[in-house]
């Protein structure tokens, strides 16, 4: 006969007590576990309001010169990389409408990927603070073993993720929050002003780039407002495979909600603008909330690992909010800088030196990253030889004016200056310092003193460009 | 994709485009390739109200330009 047979009832009771609780524990930690509804639906649609460009409180930025920062994807690497450029900025002046500012104060826009979205988060909700505490904060963190260690180490974390809806990404998105952002909203970034932040991620269905913005969330009914900047900035990092991807609640549409004029439109030009159209279908697909009910996120990178994609959108169409284009022809901004920061490497490869083919791991990592690497790099061309095409019919239409006032019309597009500045790796011409930072691992854990090199590369390289150097020249006074 | 517009009126108007303020009557308007709705600014003195333009194929000269007209009323 058992012993247990022998207790009383009430004994027995006591002895299953701990099993209860720990089944409690379970059930409440996974019923905790859920973190889809995160983005809250909109109390009342209006298409104005929330955290847009022309909502944020100017400040002493100018109208007149716009500047944008792109820092790209590429983990800490592309943080720190990118925290370089902006110490140069700080530390550069321009001349602007009679007042000397520094080239910081005249950021208006910072778009940003997966690893650049740290840096570009952080110095939007905190400003000039990140120089004081980024680098403790998180350049010098050895993030990727501190979120191993939550994982490993944190019974309640293993009971979380027994819920389908909770995953290690959530455990990142709580660090950063806890540890980075300090619980942040966008309502904070929207009472802090320029500049205007565009944490990009990717919509994996339909791998297109979404971006958080008030107008992006327009299309999900949501509310960006109250949403964890954290958890946009782990959106926008979620690599594939290493994390799981983010999912945003795609909410009914209320009976107020309009979309936006230009959407029927772009819908009826696939034959004659292509990219226009592809843009609208994306949109029109979050109206359709029966097949959409939920967005699956993951790292900006996947569709632009840039953050160049928007920039070049806003310069191209006036289909979106912040249009430059809709600005320039309104005479509102007469100077465009884009300065793009891209931490991308090409780390050497001597599989060409073996007869032995590469293994099936590396061809799949190849094959998986190197479509994005040539995308990126079209971008980046793309976005150069647009600027000078603009420059070269601006200086051809002002000549033909000049000939002709009559027969040519005043052109506000054709008066802009444009400034572009692509920051990148392959332009360090001496080989073994290009090397040297071409094979610094895309991770969140890095040397303190690779953290350091990056750094003052970001500003040397900035620093030395010629476009930048001619900005500095054109406003020197 | 660059195409190029001048809207046709008689007064200085701000000019509409897709719902948006976008330039001025009788200047280049540089515009993406596409369906576009163009109108007017206040007040409501001409006509049609407002006109969906298919613009594509034209040119910064002023044999190329896509010219949209509206009426005085």
Redesign the interface.
């Known amino acids: 006969m058992k012993k247990s047979e022998h207790l009383p009832a009430q004994a027995r009771r006591r002895r299953l007590a701990p099993v209860v609780l720990l089944a409690c524990v379970l059930l409440w930690a996974a019923g905790c576990a859920h973190t889809a509804s995160l983005n809250q639906p909109l109390q009342r649609f209006d298409a104005a309001a929330g955290y847009r460009l022309d909502n944020l409180p100017k400040g002493t930025n100018s109208d007149e010169l716009f500047v944008i920062l792109a820092f790209s994807g590429g983990g800490t690497r592309a943080a720190a990389f990118s925290y370089g450029v902006l110490e140069q900025l700080r530390q550069d002046h321009l001349v602007v409408q009679g007042a000397k500012r520094r080239v910081l104060d005249e950021v208006d826009v910072i778009s940003s990927v997966s690893g650049g979205s740290f840096t570009a988060a952080y110095y939007a909700l905190f400003g000039d603070r990140i120089f004081d505490e980024f680098a403790d904060r998180f350049l010098n963190q050895e993030v990727q073993g501190a979120l191993l260690r939550r994982l490993l180490l944190h019974p309640l974390n293993w009971l979380r993720l027994m819920s389908p809806y909770f995953s290690r990404t959530d455990i990142a998105a709580e660090y950063y929050e806890q540890h980075i952002f300090g619980g942040a909203s966008y309502s904070n970034l929207l009472a802090r002003g320029k500049p205007f932040l565009v944490i990009n991620a990717t919509d994996l269905v339909r791998g297109a780039r979404l971006e958080f913005t008030q107008e992006q969330f327009d299309f999900l009914y949501s509310d960006l407002l109250p949403f964890p900047v954290a958890r946009a900035v782990t959106a926008s990092s979620a690599f594939p495979g290493a994390l799981v991807p983010i999912t945003l609640q795609n909410h009914p549409a209320g009976a107020d909600y309009r979309s936006?004029?230009?959407l029927t439109?772009?819908l009826?030009?696939r034959d004659?603008?292509s990219r226009?159209w592809e843009r609208a279908l994306t949109c029109a697909s979050y109206l359709d909330k029966t097949n959409r009910p939920f967005i699956h996120l993951v790292d900006g990178g996947v569709s632009d690992n840039l953050g160049l994609r928007g920039p070049l959108a806003s310069v191209?169409?006036?289909?979106w909010d912040w249009?430059l284009?809709?600005d320039i022809?309104?005479r509102k901004v007469k100077t465009v800088v884009v300065i793009s920061v891209d931490a991308k490497t090409e780390p050497e490869n001597t599989w060409n030196q073996r007869e032995k083919a590469p293994n099936l791991i590396d061809v799949l990592l190849t094959a998986s990253t190197m479509p994005m690497a040539n995308y990126s790099g079209e971008t980046a061309t793309r976005l150069v030889e647009e600027f000078d095409g603009w420059q070269q019919?601006g200086c051809?239409?002002r000549a033909?004016r000049a000939h002709e006032p009559g027969?040519?019309?005043?052109?506000?597009?054709?008066d802009v200056k444009f400034f572009p500045v692509h920051l990148c790796f392959d332009a360090i011409t001496n080989a073994p310092r290009r090397n040297y930072f071409n094979s610094i691992g895309t991770n969140f854990g890095l040397a303190t003193n690779d953290v350091a090199q990056l750094r003052t590369l970001g500003g040397e390289m900035l620093r030395n460009d010629s476009e930048y150097q001619r900005l500095l020249t054109e406003f020197a006074k | 994709m660059d195409e190029y517009v001048v809207v046709v009126y008689p007064d200085d108007r701000a000019v509409y485009l897709d719902g948006q303020a976008f330039g001025r009557t009788g200047e280049l308007l540089t515009v993406q390739r596409g369906t576009h709705t163009f109108g007017l600014g206040l007040p409501v003195d001409y006509r049609p109200i407002q006109q969906s333009v298919l613009v594509k194929d034209t040119s910064m000269d002023a044999d190329g330009r896509k010219k949209v007209y509206f009426e005085k009323i």
């Open positions: 936006p004029p230009w439109l772009a009826q030009d004659v603008n226009r191209e169409s006036t289909d249009s284009r809709r022809q309104n019919q051809l239409y033909l027969s040519y019309p005043p052109s506000p597009f054709h």
